[in-house]
Structure formats: C-alpha cells, structure tokens
C-alpha cells in the first residue's frame, strides 16, 4: 500500500492529489535533490544515504556514470569525465579564452562550447542533463512515481543563455521545470526569510570551487538582487591545499607523486573538516615509498594559514555592499551556503564584518536545494492555503537599438518577473517598409556598450510617411528570466517575433563590469546620449529638406535657397563633431531656414487638392 | 479498542514535530473520497476540539474525531522505507477492500 506523508492541519490531500515536486541544487562541485515531505524540507540521499552527488559525469565504455561512481575515474579517464560544467554553460570557447583549468577535447563550434568524449560531442547542456537525470531518477525512486514539477536553482548573476542552457538541460532530462530560481533567493526561502520583516539580507556562499555574496532586498514578498560579486576561482578546495601545503612543509617531504599527492589532499581536507569540530587534529598517513607522516594541526594554526584566503572573501562583499550603496549595517541577517562555510574562523570573520552572527541552523550545502524544494511544492500546488508566489527580478535592463546607437531601456533592471512591457516605435523614413530590431542587455547608455541578445526584421510595413508607422514592440520576461520580443505594426497588423536564446553568455564578471561602468560613466552615458539624439534629429531634417527641395524647388528664390544651403552645411559640418548643443542650434536654424518653404508647400498642397473641385463636394 | 503507533512512527513523529517546531501530536481521521469510498487523514495537530478522542501511544498524542474512530478503530501506524521512498502505513483491521495503490479504501 501506498506510503502516507503527515499534512499540515485540514490540509490532507485526496487520494492520489498530492503532487511530487522537488528543488534541485544544481552546482558547480555538487548537487543535490528536495522536496518536501510531512510538511518539512528534506534532501533526497542516495542508497548509501549520501545527499550530495558531485557534479561529474563520464561517458564510460559501457554507457554514462554519474557522482561518485564517475568521480572514481577522473585521474585515470579525464578527457571523458566532465567536472564543472556548470561553468561552461551557454559559453563560447571565447569566453573561456586563457582558462587552462580544462583538461577537455573541445570542439569550436559557433555559440556554446562543445566537448568531445568517447561518446561523441558532447555540449554542456547535455552533459547537465545526464547529471539532471540522475537526480531525476533518485527523487522518483524516493517519491515513489514520477515527478510533477521541479525547480532548478541558478546563480543570480546567470543571464539570458546561462538560464536558458539550464533550462534546456533540465528539460533534456525529462523534468517538467516549474522555473528557475536564484540560489541566494533559494537560500533566503530556506531560512524562511521571506516570511520575515521586510529588509536587506546577505547571502555568503562560498562553495567547493566559487565565492559568491549577493545583497537581497525583501519587500512585499519579492526578493530583488541589489548586488552580486565574488570569486571564481576561490573555494574550500583552496583551504584543503593550503593545508596540504602544511603538511608538506612541517613533515619536511619532498614535492610528493601525483598518487601521493592525492592522498594527501584526502589527509588535509578530512583534517580541516575535524577542526571545525575540535581543536586539534592528528593527520597520519604513509607514503607509497613508506615514509610516515604524522602531524598535529591546531585550529590555531590553520586559522593563521587560511586568514588570507577568508580576507579574500571579504573584499567582493564590500564591494557588492558598494555596488548597492548600503552599508554592513543596514543587513538584517546574513545566510551561509557551501560547505566550506561550516569554519569557524570562517563565520567569525563573516559576524565580525556584519556585527551580527550569521544564520547556520541549517546544513549549508543543502539550504540551497530546500529552498528550491519549498518553492517547487508551493508552485505544484500542495499548498493551496498560500495564494503567493515568490517572484524574482531581472538582473540587468533590457531593451532595445533605437536611430544613433542609442538604447531605448524597456524593462528596467531590477523589475519584478514576470513581466510584459510594450512601447511604440515609428518608421524614420517616408516608405520605410521594414524595421531592423535589435535587443540587448546592459545599463550603458549607448548600444555598442551593451550586450547584444537577438536582431529580428519587422518586414512588410505598408509604405507611409515618416513618423506614421505604429509599430508596437513587447517585451515578455517570463519567469524564469527568458526573454521573448514581439513587434507588431498596429494599422497593417504586420508581426514579427523573436524568443532570445543568444549563443553564448556573459560572465559574472562582464555583468559586474557593466554595472560598475554603467555607474561610473554616467555623465559620458548623458553626453553620449544627447549627441546621437542630435544627430539623430539632424538626419531627419536634412532628409526632409532634400526632399522638400527636390519636389517643389521651385517655391524659393536664390537666396533663400542660399540661406537654406548654408544651414544645411553648418548641419554636416556639426553632425561629425562631437558638441551637441552645437548641434542642437544648427539643426534649430535649419529648421526656421526651411519654415517659410514649408507654409509654401502647404498652401500648393492644398490648393492641388482644391483644384477643380466644387465645394459641395468638399464639405463631408 | 484503541489506535497506536509503532515504536519506529512515533519516533518518526516525535523528530517531524521537533523539526516543525510546533504542533501537539498527531491526528488521524478518514473522510468519504476516492476511488474506494473512505481516504485517510494524516495531520499535525496544533489545536484539538472538543469531540475529538485522544490516546497516547509511546508518548506521541494521537487525536481523531469521532465519526472517523469506528472506521480506524484498533489501527496501529507504522512507519516504512522500501527502497529510497518512506512514509506511514495504516495497519488498519477494519478494512475490506483498497485499492491499488492503498490510498483510499473500504469497510
């Protein structure tokens, strides 16, 4: 008979309603699975009861492995054996130009980055998916029957083709994907914070491999990312070889084989793990050619070798309290993630920069895949006594070109998602039939600043004048932060539309580049943006005037025809400088140049129109 | 009569409820649903009636209306893992027929 699951009062579910959901942690060392079971968060462990699965897979001889199994052959198979891919997710091998931490076959090929294994070319997205898989296959073991809904979880500074790679994984795993979420939002839910008062919190995540802060801000329910930094290549490894270099050193070894090697790190991580409990640790090994190593590490002593390692966490948090224009102070509680994160000297050195002890009642490498698990069981419905839903925001502005380069914002940074905004555009020249669409990402003022995502045409717009065109663009964030454009030209009905999924992404450095340089060079931004509207306005009268000219150049005599010519010039001459209010003057003396041509064009238009017509005929 | 727990569900219950961090014990009932007519209720309890019978069974309190305690009368919940999948099981001598799956029956 089936297996019956504790409700919460009055909220017993009917026979066969109660719906699997689960939250995966999908990391770059690790991953885990949750859900929720008798009204609490757990996580899922495997037979061994082993919560975490690492994040490597191999393509074997004999079909795929995943976990500890795969992790078993990377010394011995490392071409075929993936480890973090999570950070060659919607990559070009661009992006990853001077990384030299692959030990893969990649294959260049346009967009993400590809690998090549003993099973063909793999991407990253499907070797996600094998790992997604996995995960899939525990929970519906552990469940008893197929999944309902999951939600996978993504670092904040993820953008538009990181999400997407992600979400394609997942759905290449066969998991319904109810959204995606943002770890540190993950991690927030998990503490239940966003049942708290309203206010900013920190989230320190430092993993196996990466140092991520986030900054936080709860209001009316909604988590809104101020700020994100870190460190990719800091984590709880760079701990076990600061130990291991201990070792070394105090045992007087010399540079030890790579098997050795490895034993070691082994003796240094186990070693850093017991002085988290106690204060002195004994780490005892023997060598392959039987040289004994027996030491004692203080808790004393490792704080003093690793105090740089945890000073270097503390920088990007100042900097991404910077960023978000807030002091340590104004944080109302700080969250810990990672493993690593369980040191003491680590979360002394974290209460001491926020003056307050940070929240560690629940196991930091799990916070992150039960707060996806909450989210996924609220979302499938098992709790229908909460009609809200947790939403996230965009991390960066999007919009789109506009004439001079310049970008028309349309979903500001920081919106709630979902999200749908519309704004109309015109055609900028008489007949104009098609309209190039270009979307990108950024806070820059000027688009060859920004991120370009996608450029769709808007075609067969009927022939009008300038400026008649209606033509409605719509952008749709979904919410799980994936972007579909729309442009509709509102009078023929004409439409075109594009769902972006770019070919390869930012890195959390580049977003955190545009960020800072959209702050720092805001008044370039502002000149930048008054010159293009300028030019923009320039071109515009120079294209009418030249057609104005050349359709009734008869109507001026020579001088003013000299007046308009000279103007015209004076035009030209500004609109390759740089000074726009030079410009801005130029282009409003051309204008009262050309204002007596215009009435004159008006009265010869309306008098062709009245010609030869009797005024009865005129009167509706 | 009286409806118990098993030493290995009440110790299940006992660490749930600590982890809820609320709640008094645990309530059992059935309601007419499902396939086979009657489903049953597994609920923490923060606030028990007035009608409702108790018993406490290896420390746990268990709560059940009235109307529910003829139809679960001499039930013993125990607790079960097969494979990775856990959960509650009613052992349940009023049944005559369930369906398939077990989640709802008939007396």
């Known amino acids: 008979m089936a297996l019956l699951q504790i409700a919460e009062p009055d909220a017993s579910p009917a026979p066969h309603a109660r719906k699997r959901a689960i939250g995966i942690d999908l990391g770059t060392t690790n991953s885990l699975v949750a859900t929720v079971r008798h009204g609490l968060a757990v996580v899922l462990p495997d037979a061994e009861g082993r919560p975490l699965v690492p994040s490597i897979v191999r393509y074997g001889e004999n079909g795929v492995v995943t976990g500890y199994a795969a992790m078993a052959k990377q010394a011995s198979d490392p071409h075929n054996t993936i480890v973090s891919a999570k950070r060659l997710m919607g990559r070009g091998l661009a992006d990853l130009d001077g990384d030299r931490r692959f030990p893969y076959r990649f294959v260049d090929?346009?967009?993400?980055?590809?690998?090549?294994?003993?099973?063909?070319?793999?991407?990253?997205?499907?070797?996600?998916?094998?790992?997604?898989?996995?995960?899939?296959?525990?929970?519906?073991?552990?469940?008893?029957?197929?999944?309902?809904?999951?939600?996978?979880?993504?670092?904040?500074?993820?953008?538009?083709?990181?999400?997407?790679a992600t979400k394609d994984a997942a759905r290449l795993a066969g998991l319904p994907v109810l959204r995606l979420l943002n770890e540190p939002t993950a991690a927030a839910i998990a503490y239940g914070l966003d049942n708290a008062a309203e206010g900013i919190y920190a989230v320190y995540d430092l993993g196996g491999g990466t140092f991520d802060i986030s900054i936080l801000r709860l209001a009316k329910g909604v988590f809104e990312v101020l700020?994100?930094?870190?460190?990719?290549?800091?984590?709880?490894?760079?701990?076990?070889?600061?130990?291991?270099?201990?070792?070394?050193?105090?045992?007087?070894?010399?540079?030890?084989?790579?098997?050795?090697?490895?034993?070691?790190?082994?003796?240094?991580?186990?070693?850093?793990?017991?002085?988290?409990?106690?204060?002195?640790?004994?780490?005892?090994?023997?060598?392959?050619?039987?040289?004994?190593?027996?030491?004692?590490?203080?808790?004393?002593?490792?704080?003093?070798?690793?105090?740089?390692l945890v000073a270097k966490t503390l920088q990007p948090i100042k900097r991404a309290l910077r960023d978000a224009k807030l002091a340590a102070t104004d944080v109302k509680g700080v969250v810990l993630v990672g493993g690593a994160t369980r040191m003491p000297q680590v979360r002394r050195a974290v209460a001491e920069l926020f003056g307050q002890p940070p929240l560690t009642n629940l196991d930091p490498d799990e916070v992150v895949a039960l707060g996806a698990a909450i989210q996924a069981n609220k979302l499938v419905g098992n709790r229908d006594d909460e009609d809200w839903l947790l939403l996230d925001v965009t991390p960066l502005s999007l919009g789109l070109e506009t004439m001079g380069g310049l970008v028309e914002k349309v979903v500001p940074r920081n919106s709630t998602i979902p999200v749908a905004r519309a704004q109309e555009f015109t055609t900028f020249k008489d007949g104009q039939s098609a309209m190039a669409i270009h979307v990108v990402q950024g806070e820059r003022e000027k688009v060859a600043d920004c991120r370009?995502?996608?450029?769709?045409?808007?075609?067969?717009?009927?022939?009008?004048?300038?400026?008649?065109?209606?033509?409605?663009?719509?952008?749709?964030?979904?919410?799980?932060?994936?972007?579909?454009?729309?442009?509709?030209?509102?009078?023929?009905?004409?439409?075109?539309?594009?769902?972006?999924?770019?070919?390869?992404?930012?890195?959390?450095?580049?977003?955190?580049?545009?960020?800072?340089?959209?702050?720092?060079?805001?008044?370039?931004?502002?000149?930048?943006?008054?010159?293009?509207?300028?030019?923009?306005?320039?071109?515009?009268?120079?294209?009418a005037t030249r057609s104005a000219l050349a359709a009734d150049g008869d109507l001026v005599d020579a001088d003013e025809r000299a007046r308009i010519d000279a103007a015209l010039a004076e035009v030209a001459r500004l609109r390759a400088g740089d000074d726009h209010t030079a410009l801005r003057a130029a282009n409003a003396q051309l204008n009262r140049a050309t204002e007596p041509l215009a009435a004159r064009r008006m009265d010869r238009g309306v008098q062709r129109a009245l010609t030869g017509r009797r005024v009865d005929a005129l009167s509706d | 009569m009286a409806v118990t727990l098993t030493s290995a569900a009440a110790k299940h219950v006992s660490a749930f409820l600590a982890k809820r961090g609320k709640g008094t014990g645990l309530r059992l009932g059935v309601r007419t649903t499902g396939c086979s007519g009657l489903a049953y209720k597994l609920e923490y309890v923060d606030e028990t009636r007035p009608e409702d019978v108790t018993f406490v069974s290896h420390g746990i309190t268990v709560v059940i209306d009235p109307k529910s305690l003829p139809y679960i009368d001499g039930t013993e919940l125990d607790f079960a893992r097969e494979g990775l999948n856990e959960g509650f099981k009613f052992n349940n001598p009023n049944v005559k027929d369930a369906c398939g799956c077990g989640e709802s029956f008939s007396v």
Not at chain 1, 123 to 147: M, T, Y
């Open chain 1, 452 to 543: 370009s995502l996608a450029r769709f045409e808007l075609r067969g717009i009927p022939p009008m004048a300038a400026g008649a065109a209606r033509i409605r663009v719509t952008f749709a964030v979904d919410a799980d932060g994936l972007l579909d454009v729309s442009a509709r030209e509102e009078t023929s009905g004409v439409a075109a539309h594009v769902s972006v999924k770019p070919s390869y992404g930012l890195t959390d450095g580049e977003i955190a580049r545009m960020l800072q340089e959209s702050f720092a060079h805001a008044a370039d931004d502002m000149r930048a943006r008054a010159l293009a509207e300028e030019q923009v306005e320039a071109d515009r009268i120079v294209e």
């Open chain 1, 109 to 164: 090929t346009p967009g993400m980055v590809r690998i090549g294994t003993r099973a063909g070319v793999k991407s990253p997205v499907e070797v996600s998916s094998d790992l997604l898989r996995a995960l899939r296959e525990r929970a519906e073991a552990s469940l008893g029957g197929a999944i309902d809904g999951a939600v996978v979880t993504v670092p904040a500074y993820f953008d538009e083709a990181q999400r997407q």
């Open chain 1, 227 to 308: 700020a994100t930094n870190g460190d990719t290549a800091l984590g709880g490894d760079d701990f076990d070889h600061r130990v291991f270099c201990w070792i070394i050193e105090a045992a007087h070894l010399p540079p030890p084989s790579a098997s050795d090697a490895r034993l070691l790190l082994v003796k240094a991580r186990t070693a850093k793990e017991q002085l988290t409990l106690h204060d002195e640790t004994a780490i005892v090994a023997s060598l392959s050619d039987g040289t004994p190593v027996d030491l004692v590490l203080t808790r004393t002593t490792l704080t003093g070798i690793t105090a740089n």
